[in-house]
């Protein structure tokens, strides 16, 4: 199984995935869309975080290929691939 071909898995697949996820446990997922909202997000929080209900971080600078690893909602036989945009 080492040398399996690895099944692609798209960005917002997986981002879908963490967040069916997280909302068992009244967490959600949220995208960093800018640095620019003042007074600007704490520099730990990264592109993507993880809030509670009351939209609280509680994990910054989430990593969503490993995140997802970790909740186990990414197999070991998928792996995380960049968006082609088609035009």
Do not use: M
Request: hydrophobic share 35%.
């Amino acid at each position: 199984l080492q040398n399996a071909p690895r099944v692609p898995v798209s960005r917002r697949a997986l981002i879908r995935r963490i967040s069916r996820s997280l909302r068992k446990d009244d967490q959600w997922l949220r995208t960093c869309r800018s640095a620019r909202v003042a007074p600007g997000p704490p520099s730990w929080i990264g592109r993507y975080y993880v809030v509670n209900a009351d939209n609280i971080p509680v994990e910054g600078d989430v990593d969503l290929e490993e995140f997802g690893r970790e909740l186990g909602v990414l197999k070991p036989h998928e792996r995380l691939v960049e968006e082609e945009v088609s035009r």
